[in-house]
C-alpha cells in the first residue's frame, strides 16, 4: 500500500519534520512518501493561507492520484480536505479529523494544544464545530510559538500544558494540533498518563482502514 503525505505549506522543516515522525511506520507492505506544496505560505495562519494552501493540495492530489492508494493532508487545518474527497477517488483523510476521532475513542472530552496564540482559538472553534464536536472538547491551550519555532519546542513545555488540560480542564485525551509536533504523541503519552494524540499514527491508521475497507466493498 501507498500513501502519500502532504504538507500544504512550504515549510522545509515541517516537511522532513513530518518525514522523520512516519519512518517507524513504514513496513514492506506500507510505503507513506512525503511532499510539500509549492507557491504556498511556510504556516498556514490565516483563512487566506487555508485557502491558497487547499488549492494546491486538491491540484497536487489531482495529478499525483494515479500514483497512491490513500493520501493524507497534514496540517490540522485539513486545508483542501472537503474538496479532495469531491474530485478524487482515492481515500484522502486529514491530520485534524484522523485525531479527533481517536480522541473522542480515547475518552469523554479532549482538549488541543496548538502554535500560535488565543488570537487563534475562533478558527479552531470553526473546525470543532464542522465536526460536531463542541461538547467533546475540553480547551483549546496554546504555547505561543510560530509553526516553525514550534517543531523545537521541548516536551517539558508541552507536558506542562498537557497537564493543565487534564488537571484545570478535565480532558481525557489531548491532541497535538499542529504538524510540527509530529512524533511527540507516544512519548508524551507515556509521560502524561493520558492520550496524547500527534496525528500521524492516527491518519496512517485511517488511511490504511479506508483502503482496505473500499478494497473489500469491490
Known amino acids: 500500500m501507498?500513501?502519500?503525505?502532504v504538507n500544504p505549506n512550504s515549510s522545509a522543516i515541517v516537511t522532513q519534520t513530518l518525514r522523520v515522525a512516519i519512518t517507524p511506520l513504514q513496513t514492506e507492505k506500507l510505503q507513506i512518501d512525503v511532499v510539500h506544496c509549492s507557491n504556498v505560505p511556510k504556516a498556514i495562519v490565516t483563512s487566506h493561507d487555508e485557502l491558497k494552501a487547499g488549492l494546491s493540495v486538491t491540484d497536487l492530489l489531482i495529478?499525483?492520484?494515479?500514483?497512491?492508494?490513500?493520501?493524507?493532508?497534514?496540517?490540522?487545518a485539513d486545508p483542501g480536505l472537503r474538496a479532495a474527497r469531491e474530485l478524487i477517488r482515492k481515500p484522502v483523510v486529514g491530520l485534524y479529523e484522523s485525531s479527533a476521532i481517536f480522541a473522542r475513542l480515547s475518552g469523554r472530552r479532549y482538549s488541543i494544544i496548538a502554535s500560535g496564540n488565543e488570537s487563534d482559538i475562533s478558527p479552531w472553534i470553526g473546525s470543532v464545530r464542522d465536526l460536531g464536536d463542541t461538547e467533546n472538547?475540553?480547551?483549546i491551550r496554546y504555547i505561543n510559538s510560530t509553526?516553525?519555532?514550534s517543531v523545537t519546542a521541548s516536551d517539558e513545555?508541552?507536558?506542562q500544558i498537557i497537564d493543565q488540560c487534564r488537571k484545570q480542564d478535565g480532558a481525557d485525551a489531548v491532541i497535538l494540533g499542529c504538524a510540527a509536533f509530529a512524533g511527540k504523541g507516544k512519548r508524551l503519552s507515556e509521560a502524561a498518563g493520558i492520550p496524547v494524540i500527534d496525528g500521524i499514527c492516527e491518519s496512517v491508521q485511517m488511511a490504511e482502514m479506508m483502503?482496505?475497507?473500499r478494497r473489500k466493498q469491490q
Do not use: H, Q, T
Not at 2 to 5: A, F, R, S, W
Not at 63 to 76: T, Y
Open 2 to 5: 501507498k500513501i502519500l503525505l
Open 63 to 76: 495529478r499525483e492520484e494515479p500514483n497512491f492508494d490513500a493520501a493524507i493532508i497534514g496540517c490540522f
Open 137 to 139: 472538547l475540553a480547551s
Open 147 to 149: 509553526v516553525e519555532d
Open 157 to 159: 513545555r508541552i507536558y
Open 211 to 213: 483502503v482496505s475497507y
